[in-house]
């Protein structure tokens, strides 16, 4: 079974926006782990291979915050 990487550049301005973050990751389905930092203003996602890289956009943006930039195994998507 493949997998993607997401990678997302969030403005986060303090740890409850990065755990905004961290709970919509942690509720959706396909999601098979994450790491969102506030040090360094991303969000890495390891997701099953079922999972789009719209659908987690979609869920960051929900959470209010700006999302900068991102990217689905290693190439720059529209946000």
Do not use: P, W
Request: proline share 0%; with cysteine.
């Amino acid at each position: 079974m493949s997998e993607h990487t997401y990678k997302f550049e969030v403005a986060m301005s303090c740890g409850g926006c990065s755990g905004a973050v961290e709970r919509v990751l942690k509720k959706l389905d396909g999601v098979k782990s994450y790491n969102v930092s506030l040090e360094t203003q991303t969000a890495e996602i390891q997701a099953e291979d079922s999972l789009s890289y719209d659908t987690v956009l979609e869920k960051i943006k929900k959470t209010g915050k700006t999302v900068k930039s991102g990217t689905a195994d290693g190439e720059t998507r529209d946000v």
